[in-house]
């Protein structure tokens, strides 16, 4: 099994039906999944703050979800989760792949990537990483668990 | 050449309260998303109630929020009230409208070629820019404009029957709107939680 076959599993397992997402080569496999399985909606977006709308949206018409992105749609969905997703308290999970850490090629992803997780702390969006695979089933159950607690959570394959 | 060329277009006739009112009239067990600004302002002035939910900030989400619901509520008339300045701020919406194609989203748009609550500033709409055009050009099929409110009251009756998605862009006067709707944004949403749950 992979990675994408555990999150996959746990994503369909905990009902978190409608995937809203823009591709990035990380997150891709799972992409593919869940598009040929009609468990889910899934919804692909111009931009990634669409993503934190649609799925306050769906929320209130009873449905849950996940926002699958690169580091840099964060970047592009931060006025979203400020204004809406934290202030009305609208749970979903964020997959977020990384970029600009060690042995990154690309100029233009550093600082994102490295502002990333403190921009996280300072909204107070929980975020937890995935390192090892034998931690990739809990860690993604104890993330969305925790989503719909603390409202919302964030993951980093 | 350049902006001193491009003149400003008279905005439509239409009121956008009297037409909020005649649409909640029309539609009265229809979820409403209404964006921030005076689409917000005016649907609370119709009386407000729990199948609105108000956007307080979040400028061009409105649409995307209504995406969700009615892919969430399939069976449900989900409607969205927002302006020319949140539709210009995310017009990828309209991309991701057309695509998904919900049959139950109408999506009306109050255009009055300004950003009326910061001081009348022109959007693009006023000048240069073509919203129903955009609509069309992201891939909606079914697009109207009105500039007075015999079309709008006309048109109504089609938008409310017959499937969507519907973009509607509707020219309005410039009306202030001094109604202001609840503020607690998790009250907002689980009232509006409640009359979702109650109308299925």
Not at chain 1, 138 to 156: C, E, M
Not at chain 2, 60 to 85: E, F, N, Y
Not at chain 2, 108 to 114: A, L, M, S, T
Not at chain 2, 172 to 185: F, L, Q, T, V, Y
Request: charged share 15%; hydrophobic share 45%; with cysteine.
């Amino acid at each position: 099994m992979t990675w994408t076959d555990i999150v996959f599993e746990r994503l369909k397992a905990n009902a978190l039906e409608m995937v809203c997402h823009v591709p990035d080569s990380v997150i891709a496999p799972l992409i593919t999944r869940v598009e040929a399985d009609p468990f889910f909606t899934v919804v692909p977006l111009t931009r990634e703050e669409e993503g934190v709308g649609i799925l306050t949206g769906a929320y209130l018409g009873g449905r849950q979800g996940c926002l699958m992105m690169q580091v840099s749609g964060l970047g592009n969905s931060v006025n979203g989760l400020a204004s809406l997703a934290i202030p009305y308290q609208i749970p979903f999970l964020i997959l977020i792949s990384q970029r600009g850490e060690l042995g990154e090629f690309n100029p233009a992803q550093i600082a994102m990537g490295k502002a990333a997780r403190p921009l996280l702390d300072s909204l107070g969006i929980q975020h937890f990483t995935l390192r090892r695979m034998d931690e990739v089933a809990a860690l993604t159950d104890g993330a969305i668990k925790t989503a719909y607690t603390a409202r919302l959570v964030s993951l980093w394959p | 050449m350049g902006r001193e060329r491009q003149a400003i277009k008279r905005s439509g006739s239409i009121n956008r309260l009297e037409a909020t009112r005649h649409l909640v009239n029309r539609a009265p067990q229809a979820l409403i998303i209404a964006g921030p600004g005076n689409a917000k302002f005016d649907l609370a002035d119709t009386g407000d109630r729990p199948q609105h939910f108000y956007l307080w900030n979040s400028l061009g989400l409105a649409p995307s929020v209504g995406l969700g619901l009615a892919l969430a509520q399939p069976k449900q008339q989900v409607i969205v009230l927002d302006g020319d300045g949140g539709t210009l701020m995310n017009p990828g919406a309209l991309v991701t409208i057309a695509r998904l194609a919900p049959l139950n989203l109408l999506h009306i748009v109050w255009d009055n070629g300004q950003y009326q609550l910061t001081g009348g500033q022109p959007t693009a709409t006023a000048t240069v820019t073509d919203l129903p055009a955009m609509g069309r050009g992201a891939g909606l099929q079914l697009v109207a404009t009105v500039t007075t409110m015999n079309e709008f009251e006309i048109g109504l009756e089609t938008w409310l029957t017959e499937s969507g998605p519907w973009l509607v862009v509707a020219k309005i006067d410039a009306s202030p709107a001094p109604a202001r709707p609840p503020k607690d944004p998790v009250w907002i949403k689980l009232r509006f939680m409640q009359a979702v749950n109650k109308s299925n």
